[in-house]
């Protein structure tokens, strides 16, 4: 029997620090050799791509598989997300997980483990780009590690789109305001976060002050890019999730004008294992780079499981 798990029950389940834990923890077991990302895989044919990610964690003793497909016609046709999540051991199938908040809140989690290692403890001021979904989840992770923001600027292209997602935040415990000054509102900040689906930069580097950290996590195709070569450059660390991935998907890291030195970009699980340093200084501008992996998807799934087994919900499917 595999339990099915609906967008709904995970939506009850599943805290941002239940998740923040778990990407965490799945991070240091990456670096452990306790677990294994592997990359993201997209074959496209007539319009339709299909994406598949996958990891494998010892830790849990589970194996997971993400797909979803995106079709393109004259617009993007929204798309599906579904985890299969299987025990380790005995390659039993354990859960089935419709996958779109699994996608959004591992999100989310990922650049609150950054956030964590990498910028200022006292951060009070943030400045968002964008304000669509996942701007959602990443303003929660914030709120989880870093408890002395004290305002969000946010930054979008849409008035009416901008005023919504303020009001819809305003259950966060800092405020959350609309910005249509996106360098004041990059100058004032001790934290960036991009959660666009830009393909050029959306500031000048130029405008970031010392000490400041950026969550970079829209981008996740070499031709698609939202912080330009001089935020690049200014960055002292720079951390991605996954080093082999960033060096196929990262348009930030990748553009010739970023100038990136390889060996000098090291895996947030070195970081959150110790191996490695985070940030060394108050004034050292920082970087994370997300692109999104199978190893957050299967901590966060694994993790609605074990809650679900507690408390009941989702179907068990008979498989024979």
């Known amino acids: 029997m595999a339990r099915l798990l609906k967008e709904a029950d995970v939506k009850r389940l599943l805290t941002m620090a239940d998740a923040i834990a778990a990407v965490e923890a799945a991070f240091r077991a990456v670096a452990q050799a306790r677990a294994c990302n592997v990359p993201r895989q997209r074959g496209t044919l007539g319009g339709a791509t299909i994406n598949t990610l996958a990891a494998l964690s010892q830790a849990t003793d589970t194996i997971g598989v993400k797909c979803y497909p995106v079709v393109r016609h004259d617009i993007t046709v929204g ?73 969000v600027m946010v930054v979008g292209r849409s008035a009416d789109r901008l005023q919504r997602f303020c009001e819809e935040m305003k259950y966060l415990p800092f405020e959350v305001a609309p910005s249509f000054d996106p360098k004041a509102a990059v100058s004032e900040a001790d934290i960036v976060v991009t959660a666009t689906g830009a393909r050029t930069p959306l500031f000048d580097g130029r405008w970031l002050r010392p000490g400041t950290h950026i969550n970079a996590i829209g981008s996740n195709y070499p031709d698609k890019r939202e912080i330009d070569g001089t935020a690049v450059q200014r960055a002292s660390a720079i951390v991605v999730d996954d080093l082999s991935v960033a060096r196929m998907e990262s348009g930030d890291l990748l553009a010739p ?3 990136v030195d390889w060996p000098g970009v090291f895996a947030l699980g070195d970081v959150v294992a110790g191996k490695v340093a985070g940030r060394s200084s108050p004034d050292q501008i920082t970087l994370f780079e997300s692109q999104g992996l199978g190893i957050e998807d299967l901590a966060v799934a694994t993790r609605v499981l074990e809650l679900a087994e507690q408390e009941g919900p989702g179907l068990q499917v008979p498989l024979v």
């Open 257 to 259: 004008d970023a100038k």
């Open 79 to 151: 798309s599906s997300f579904t985890m299969l999540v299987y025990k380790a051991s005995t390659g039993a199938l354990l859960g089935i997980l419709e996958g779109d908040t699994v996608g959004q809140i591992r999100t989310g989690a990922a650049s609150g483990v950054a956030t964590k290692y990498l910028a200022r403890p006292d951060s009070s001021r943030v400045c968002l780009f964008g304000a669509g979904w996942q701007a959602r989840s990443q303003l929660a992770a914030l709120a989880c590690v870093r408890e002395h923001i004290e305002r």
